[in-house]
């Protein structure tokens, strides 16, 4: 059972970058899949979440809205999240975590879901972006 992340980097202001978040272990047709940022000196944060079921439901936080996209393919195992319109408030490391149906994330009608919930998490990929 793995999650790894990639696609960080460093990026000037403005510029994009697609982090992608594969998945190994997991059935990957039923779960919920969210993507986390911490900042240095700052507590982690829910940035984007994606459910996928009979159909898809996406979540994105405030600060990322109209910016970011989440998007998912299942044949791929992978989630991706395509960042646009950078900003250095941006910067930090990303990580995804999942919880799949049969691990309860049928508990949760709405998105996102807490992240002491989730079950399993990458160990992250390192976005900057300098201004």
């Known amino acids: 059972v793995q999650l790894v992340e990639s696609g960080g980097g460093t990026v000037q202001a403005g510029g994009s970058l697609r982090l992608s978040c594969v998945g190994s272990?997991?059935?990957?047709?039923?779960?919920?899949i969210e993507w986390f940022r911490q900042a240095p000196g700052k507590e982690r944060e829910v940035v984007s979440s994606i459910s996928v079921s009979s159909g898809t439901r996406t979540f994105y936080s405030d600060s990322v809205k109209g910016r970011f996209t989440i998007s998912s393919d299942n044949a791929k195992k992978t989630v991706y999240l395509q960042m646009n319109s950078l900003n250095p408030e941006d910067t930090g490391v990303y990580s995804c975590?999942?919880?799949?149906?049969?691990?309860?994330?049928?508990?949760?009608?709405?998105?996102?879901?807490?992240?002491?919930?989730?079950?399993?998490w990458g160990k992250g990929t390192l976005v900057t972006v300098t201004s």
């Open positions: 272990g997991f059935i990957f047709d039923d779960f919920v």
């Open positions: 975590a999942i919880l799949e149906f049969w691990k309860g994330s049928w508990r949760y009608p709405n998105l996102p879901i807490p992240a002491d919930a989730m079950d399993f």
